[in-house]
């Protein structure tokens, strides 16, 4: 089941710009693997609950 399947049950905080996680890798000078990197730059932070 994908994030965009159960919307209504999930609360992210939205899209950030990619210059933020640009800075956040320069600043941790850490790189960050491309499948979290899209995930935080299309839903930042939140949570799903699932409902059984």
């Given amino acids: ?3 965009e399947q159960n919307i209504d049950n999930c609360r992210f905080n939205g899209k950030i710009d990619s210059t933020v996680v640009n ?3 320069e600043t941790l000078k850490i790189n960050i693997p ?3 990197r899209d995930f935080i730059e299309n839903y930042d932070s939140g949570n799903s609950c699932y409902r059984f």
């Fill in 23 to 25: 800075d956040i890798e």
């Fill in 34 to 36: 491309k499948n979290y």
């Fill in 1 to 3: 089941m994908t994030i």
